[in-house]
């Protein structure tokens, strides 16, 4: 199936990105966590596969590259956000626990927006998406050594941010 998108297949291409699509899209939503940017970042993500699937060495290596990129959106994305919340993303019709289950994961957001980039990347990946630490280092083209590293470094930092009362500089 690659070899037949790398030669100009379109229909392969489409089937190939199909076959994993709710995968990107979990992927971009942990990054962006947000359903339009998400949207944005795989779209973003179609059309450079689209424009550098030829340029993929080994066939087999599809969903790490093609990952790869997809996160390289979400960061480009991420880097040009606004870094304001938007009161219209707090949905008004929570119940009790509804309102406390959105009241922790607001706060675990706002403790991994305080994170260095590098740290919310590999929390995200590991805890959000549920990739091995092999997997990570894949995606982010990083030391197996890095990841584990940079997990334990951030999660550090988060537990200081969200169980400590004064809030450090990053």
């Known amino acids: 199936m ?40 795989t779209e973003d993500m179609i059309v450079i596969l689209y424009e550098k699937i030829h340029q993929l060495r080994k066939g087999d290596a599809f969903p790490y590259w093609s990952k790869t990129i997809l996160v390289n959106c979400c960061k480009r994305l991420l880097r040009n956000r606004n870094k304001t919340v938007l009161v219209e993303t707090i949905e008004e019709e929570w119940c009790e626990d509804g309102f406390r289950e959105r009241e922790d994961q607001l706060l675990l957001e706002t403790g991994l927006a305080r994170l260095p980039e590098i740290h919310q990347e590999v929390i995200r990946l590991r805890y959000f998406m549920d ?40």
């Open 2 to 41: 690659v070899k037949r998108a790398k030669q100009g297949d379109k229909d392969a291409l489409v089937e190939l990105i199909m076959g994993q699509n709710q995968e990107y899209y979990r992927l971009a939503y942990a990054f962006l966590s947000n359903k339009e940017d998400a949207l944005d970042a």
């Open 131 to 170: 990739f091995e630490y092999e997997t990570i280092a894949t995606v982010l083209k990083i030391p197996l050594g890095t990841v584990k590293s940079r997990l334990a470094a951030g999660l550090k930092k988060l537990k200081e941010t969200l169980g400590g009362e004064g809030h450090g500089e990053d």
